[in-house]
């Protein structure tokens, strides 16, 4: 094609000025209408081969070519180098310019391309049967799925326990059939959200789905982020569009995804703000409208918090635009633990500014922070602490019973964990090592009636598996990282032995059951430690054991010589493989303890350490690499690219 055009360039060199760009700009024409079939967007005949059940990506460039019909091309450095007064590579004659409407970039040509991406959005809707066996099969989690988009349930008749299921059906409708496609796009991923929380044992085959729910990311979510991502005009238009931002953070997060998590909720606070949704209310207004925008902001504020201090990374908003005035005067009559969580958003604002500030990582800090997490704590009554779900209880009534308190429990791991793992050596930090030591046992407990075998409150949740396997792994740490004269009381040993193989035992059942990739992955490390204090591999060659937990560490564990023989001989060869607990005279082999077994490089420690903060476990671990991992990856594929570097 290049060889054309020059050819025809050559044989007019004799021509004036004027005519060669003439004859330019028609070869050029030539060129852009033989490319033209190759960038075809919805209205092409090419989607009929692209319509099976089984394609997934084209839904993607649907939107996509619907957006920008020549974004194939448009940047091409060839066709850049023709854009002059003369010639222009839109595919339009430049002397023969029309109103601005008309422009494909101008107010009329935005509102074609957004329709014909409404019609691909659409098209993704189920039918009304199918949307009615999904929401009868889901009606235990509706409780859950109602506070994420709480304008849908506006005239819709439910209890706690009950919901007008054909209602709810008839409003799902009404909005898939907007003509906003913001409105469309938001729905989906509602949609999408509630296709994640159905019970395990759901059969798929009583609807027609094109999809399954482990390709809800391509199939729903990557759509409308095309859709978001392509046009700031839409992605700035409103409420709904930052809601719809908000979303796909949540199911990013519920995926095992927090990078791209923490991305797509950053952009969705960017455009809050453009659109104003963080200006202080000099009072709370009645207007359903308003609470909505103060609690879509409150939402993202928070789950910014989250994920920033999951990944290590600083939050977005600073305190002095966002402080403790916000929080106490929020007004009554919302969910009593929507103060708390917000406290607990500040606190872990502190958290991450001590980590990322080399000045705070001090024990006096961290002992600070504490307190303030005590009061956090107090702002619920002692009889919520000490409440658990009965039989009767309904999973929404569980939830927003346990979810507050696993997140507050993991918070507390999280501070604590750096001094935690310096008290092996030290014993003044031991009131960290405490305090972790609680939370991540009252994490484990939280997690188990998340995943009751009988009624599960959760059903897809990465994020949930990874943090309650993080907090057992400090277990881990404590039991087999102590120092040879740390002795330990034989009843809490055994305890602690006993929340770790039940553990793996649900690890191993959620990755059956749930097809989870990371309970998958959290099991193999859990059954390794378990065998490697179980047996000796001396014989073998094996002298240690590495393992990579991402957002956590890279541990290594070293076979004992007298613990593991003791404890081999009084453990059943059957055990690692029924993960049944093991015999009450393992709880006292730590009368042979030559410890430590296992030392860590953790992801939390910030480099350079203060004057307080020296020696801590990780010093020298760079783990930047890993800021984009997914939980769902291979974790070990850090271990081996690292010992490649």
């Known amino acids: 094609m290049v060889g054309q055009i020059l050819h025809k360039l050559d044989t007019k060199a004799g021509s004036n000025q004027e005519s060669s760009e003439r004859d330019a700009a028609e070869a050029l024409r030539s060129l852009q209408s033989e490319l033209v079939p190759l960038s075809t967007g919805l209205s092409g005949g090419s989607t009929n081969a692209r319509s099976s059940k089984v394609e997934i990506a084209p839904l993607s460039d649907l939107v996509d070519s619907a957006l920008h019909p020549g974004n194939y091309f448009k940047n091409s450095p060839l066709l850049s180098l023709f854009d002059n007064a003369v010639l222009s590579h839109s595919g339009q004659d430049s002397s023969k310019t029309g109103p601005p409407n008309s422009s494909p970039n101008g107010p009329q040509g935005s509102k074609h391309k957004t329709s014909q991406a409404l019609r691909a959005l659409q098209a993704l809707v189920p039918s009304a049967d199918d949307l009615t066996v999904i929401l009868r099969g889901s009606e235990a989690s ?128 960017a455009f809050a703000q453009l659109i104003g949704m963080h200006h202080r209310q000099t009072g709370h207004s009645s207007d359903k409208n308003s609470a909505r925008k103060h609690n879509l902001w409150l939402g993202i504020w928070q789950h910014d918090r989250i994920c920033s201090l999951i990944l290590g990374l600083p939050y977005s908003i600073p305190e002095a635009h966002f402080g403790l005035s916000d929080i106490n005067s929020e007004p009554a009559g919302g969910p009593p633990t929507k103060r708390f969580t917000l406290m607990l958003g500040l606190v872990t604002g502190r958290i991450i500014d001590r980590n990322h500030c080399p000045t705070n990582m001090t024990f006096a800090r961290t002992l600070e922070i504490d307190q303030e997490l005590e009061r956090t704590k107090e702002s619920m009554p002692k009889e919520w602490w000490e409440s658990s779900p009965g039989p009767e209880s309904s999973v929404g009534a569980t939830f927003e019973l346990c979810v507050g308190k696993f997140w507050y429990h993991n918070v507390r791991k999280i501070l604590h964990l750096p001094f935690m793992l310096k008290s092996f050596t030290d014993r003044r930090y031991e009131y960290s090592k405490v305090a972790a030591l609680e939370s991540s046992r009252e994490l484990a407990k939280h997690y188990e009636i998340f995943r009751d075998p009988v009624m599960p409150i959760l059903s897809m949740c990465d994020i949930i598996d990874f943090e309650a396997f993080t907090g057992v792994m400090v277990l881990v740490l404590h039991l087999l990282g102590r120092s040879p004269n740390c002795t330990l009381d034989p009843e809490q040993e055994r305890c602690d032995w006993d929340i770790i193989y039940t553990m793996t035992r649900t690890m191993k059942r959620v990755s059956t059951e749930m097809n989870s990739t990371v309970a998958a992955q959290a099991f193999r490390i859990l059954e390794d430690f378990g065998q490697a204090r179980n047996s000796d591999c001396r014989s073998s060659g094996n002298d240690s054991y590495e393992a990579v937990i991402p957002y956590f560490g890279k541990l290594r564990l070293r076979r004992g010589q007298n613990f593991p023989q003791t404890a081999a001989s009084t453990v059943s060869p059957a055990y690692s493989n029924q993960l049944q607990t093991p015999p009450d005279s393992i709880s006292t082999a730590s009368e042979l303890y030559e410890g430590p077994l296992v030392s860590i490089d953790s992801y939390f420690q910030p480099l350079p350490f203060s004057e307080d903060a020296q020696n801590l476990p990780g010093m020298g671990a760079d783990w930047t690499s890993m800021i984009n991992m997914d939980l769902r990856d291979d974790w070990s594929w850090f271990l081996n690219g690292a010992e490649n570097v």
Do not use: H
């Open 142 to 269: 509706l409780p859950l799925w109602a506070t994420v988009m709480p304008e849908l349930m506006d005239g819709v008749n439910c209890t706690p326990d009950k919901f007008d299921i054909e209602a709810l059906r008839d409003k799902l409708l009404q909005a898939f059939g907007s003509n906003d496609a913001v409105v469309v796009a938001k729905t989906l991923l509602t949609f999408a959200l509630l296709l994640q929380q159905l019970p395990v044992k759901f059969d798929f085959s009583r609807v027609n789905l094109r999809v399954s729910p482990e390709a809800l990311e391509d199939y729903y979510v990557r759509p409308v982020e095309t859709l978001l991502a392509s046009d700031e005009g839409l992605a700035s238009s409103g409420v709904d569009a930052v809601a719809c931002m908000g979303l796909q953070s949540k199911i990013y997060l519920n995926l095992g995804k927090p990078g791209k998590a923490w991305l797509v909720n950053r952009r969705a606070m």
